[in-house]
T-cell receptor, first 115, second 115 residues
Framework: AQKVTQAQTEISVVEKEDVTLDCVYE???????LFWYKQPPSGELVFLIR??????QNEISGRYSWNFQKSTSSFNFTITASQVVDSAVYFC????????????FGTGTRLQVTL | DGGITQSPKYLFRKEGQNVTLSCEQN?????MYWYRQDPGQGLRLIYY???????QKGDIAEGYSVSREKKESFPLTVTSAQKNPTAFYLC??????????????FGNGTRLTVT
């Protein structure tokens, strides 16, 4: 069975600090996809990134970066120079091959960025 | 702008009453989903539909029902059989018939309170 663990329930940082959100996953499949979503106070989840199991290249998008390591089954998300607008709940999710139309979400990490 | 519209944003019902949550999308997506979110928990899949007039149960379908008579619409009924209906409900859709590698597009959610 697939499982996603986000051990950090809540993180508080001061603006401009860097912060890393951890995501550890479990799967028996060799083919799978990992996702990160952001849920701001408005409630709507917003897609941030998708990574397939064959692509271990790290990705950078502006202040966001993602570190995918199959050896440790982790897909961590780093925000550089955090801003108040980054305050949200962040979800990591896993989709295995053969489990069409189904994602397993982690429990989320609430990030609070203060001035 | 294309998107997913959920209504109402807040809904209050008395215990024992059925209630229907609306979800409409104008993204021309084939697949639609209903998730339930409880505090401190990840999203859990209630029902999903990959094509009109067809739908499948998710992980927590008991006490819920859906219909998919039109491509744009996927209403969710919370019946009196659902023991703990108070939660935040999110509707989502994807461009293809599977969420395996397609990011989900989410609505703003409906917060249901049953007393």
């Amino acid at each position: 069975a697939q499982k996603v663990t986000q051990a950090q329930t809540e993180i508080s940082v001061v603006e401009k600090e860097d912060v890393t959100l951890d995501c550890v996953y479990e799967t028996r499949d060799t083919t799978y996809y990992l996702f990160w979503y952001k849920q701001p106070p408005s409630g709507e989840l917003v897609f941030l990134i998708r990574r397939n199991s064959f692509d271990e290249q790290n990705e950078i998008s502006g202040r966001y970066s993602w570190n995918f390591q199959k050896s440790t089954s982790s897909f961590n998300f780093t925000i550089t120079a955090s801003q108040v607008v980054d305050s949200a709940v962040y979800f990591c999710a896993l989709s295995e091959s053969g489990t069409a139309s189904k994602l397993t979400f982690g429990t989320g990490t609430r990030l609070q960025v203060t001035l | 702008d294309g998107g997913i519209t959920q209504s109402p944003k807040y809904l209050f019902r008395k215990e024992g009453q059925n209630v229907t949550l609306s979800c409409e999308q104008n993204l021309n997506h084939d697949a639609m989903y209903w998730y339930r979110q409880d505090p401190g928990q990840g999203l859990r899949l209630i029902y999903y539909s990959q094509i009109v007039n067809d739908f499948q149960k998710g992980d927590i379908a008991e006490g819920y029902s859906v219909s998919r008579e039109k491509k744009e619409s996927f209403p969710l009924t919370v019946t009196s059989a659902q023991k703990n209906p108070t939660a935040f409900y999110l509707c989502a859709s994807t461009t293809t018939g599977t969420a395996y590698n397609s990011p989900l597009h989410f609505g703003n959610g409906t917060r249901l309170t049953v007393t």
